[in-house]
């Protein structure tokens, strides 16, 4: 049943919101973890970069799904602040009919240009094999990725980020079980835990529809709505499509300061598919706070609400800032005892703390512009998202880690300062748009209410 948090305490809505979305995203981020981790504990640096560089591939193609999915989020969103169940239920047939298509046509052309893909990646060339049959059986498992992404992406515009963390919960389990039981007990390397995430996917999936038959979660099935409606589209891909091309292009960023760290050696690969891996996890709070504006802004300017939208913002910038300061503190004296969790090589672990010790600063300043980004989604205008992550990623990100590349070829640490310095020139381009908005307000008005054509 969808939750409304267009009334009551602002602190108290964030916090019920975005609570299990952080623990639904720590536990998908753990068995990514985990795949790494039960990979290293069994095979060595090849298979180690194998599941890396794959794992890195299958991150951009879901965060593209996610982005896309955002436009359901915001328009669900926005339909369960105007208390209009039927759009709602004309968001979620759209939405399966848009994404079923999506499905397919990435599957299809993933595996056309397989080769490709991992040539363009400059993967070692001991880790080619693994990192080939890792994306092949992934790329095959592109439409239950999609399926989950999406069904969580219905439940969070409704306000209930608990039903996923169920779904994710059995997925975890299984997906770890089944690494040990492939990587460990039968030997396939980076193959296995390919298979243990795809199989961990499909029943999330399964059992997230067969919750959706037997509860009453507000998400209706009925196929009469599976023909979509042209304004409800144009509404998903208004936010959606913008969102789904910006985290195409940050991916971008990051898997091209991959095939830097690959060109370097294989030591260096390791060093920052860990790190990189890592960096995932503790993006988790940004992450979830950047979902908690998108949602809740979204239902408070459908209820004709922008000031409580602005207050949403506002408390999820402070929980961010807090966070990423105090995390960046602790890992300047942890970080070796962290990396070493995931390898024993001495060089992989000194490397990686060399890039960590320089990137870690980028979750306080990237939570910052992540909140801003929600934010604007809420709003219809996430073309503003694109912008301020378009113009660092281009001006400092790529070129300042190639720069760092060439002129400091014996340490990591200016490859990594390159992101955060990225993301104080989104966060000045985002209080640039976040000022025009408030001197015009009148060009604001047309999207706070929902209106059915």
């Not at 753990?30 to 599941?51: C, K, P, S």
């Not at 080939?132 to 992934?138: H, Q, V």
């Not at 802004?297 to 939208?309: I, S, V, Y």
């Amino acid at each position: 049943m969808a939750r409304n948090f267009t009334t009551g305490s602002i602190s108290r809505a964030v916090l019920v919101f975005s609570i299990p979305y952080l623990l639904t995203y720590f536990l998908q981020m753990f068995y990514g973890m985990a795949d790494l981790f039960i990979v290293g504990q069994y095979n060595g640096v090849d298979e180690i970069t194998a599941v890396a560089v794959g794992s890195q591939i299958m991150h951009m193609v879901t965060v593209m799904l996610v982005g896309l999915a955002m436009g359901t989020t915001v328009c669900i969103a926005r339909a369960v602040g105007a208390a209009d169940k039927k759009r709602i239920a004309k968001a979620v047939g759209g939405t399966a009919a848009l994404f079923f298509a999506v499905s397919i046509l990435a599957t299809v052309l993933t595996l056309i240009f397989l080769d490709s893909i991992v040539s363009v990646m400059a993967t070692p060339a001991d880790a080619v094999p693994g990192t080939t049959s890792y994306l092949r059986i992934c790329f095959l498992g592109i439409p239950f990725i999609t399926a989950y992404n999406v069904i969580s992406a219905m439940f969070r515009g409704l306000g209930d980020t608990q039903s996923p963390l169920l779904f994710v919960a059995a997925a975890c389990v299984l997906n770890i079980s089944l690494d040990y039981a492939f990587i460990g007990g039968m030997g396939l390397g980076a193959e296995g835990a390919a298979y243990a995430t795809i199989l961990a996917q499909a029943a999330s999936v399964l059992i997230s529809i067969v919750y959706i038959r037997l509860k009453d979660t507000g998400i209706s099935l009925n196929t009469a709505y599976l023909r979509p409606d042209s304004s409800v589209l144009r509404e998903l891909l208004r936010v959606g499509a913008p969102i789904c091309v910006q985290d195409a292009f940050i991916q971008i960023t990051f898997l091209i300061l991959t095939i830097i760290a690959n060109s370097r050696g294989l030591e260096q690969a390791a060093a920052v598919g860990i790190v990189e891996k890592l960096l995932g996890f503790f993006f988790l709070v940004p992450s979830s706070m950047l979902s908690a504006v998108s949602a809740l802004a979204a239902q408070n300017l459908g209820a004709g609400k922008p000031e409580r939208a602005l207050g949403t913002l506002r408390y999820a910038l402070s929980i961010t800032v807090i966070y990423g300061l105090s995390l960046g503190i602790l890992m300047q004296f942890f970080d070796a005892a962290v990396l070493a969790q995931f390898t024993t090589d001495a060089a992989v672990i000194a490397m990686g703390c060399q890039y960590m010790g320089a990137y870690i600063w980028d979750v306080a300043i990237a939570g910052v512009h992540f909140c801003y980004s929600g934010y604007f989604c809420a709003y219809g205008i996430s073309i503003a998202a694109f912008i301020h992550n378009a113009v660092s990623s281009v001006a400092i990100r790529v070129s300042g880690a190639y720069l760092a590349a060439i002129m400091w070829p014996d340490t990591l640490m200016p490859m990594g300062a390159a992101a955060p310095l990225g993301s104080i020139l989104s966060i000045i381009i985002c209080l640039l748009i976040a000022n025009w908005m408030k001197k015009h307000p009148e060009k604001m008005t047309g999207i706070v209410k929902v209106k059915e054509n």
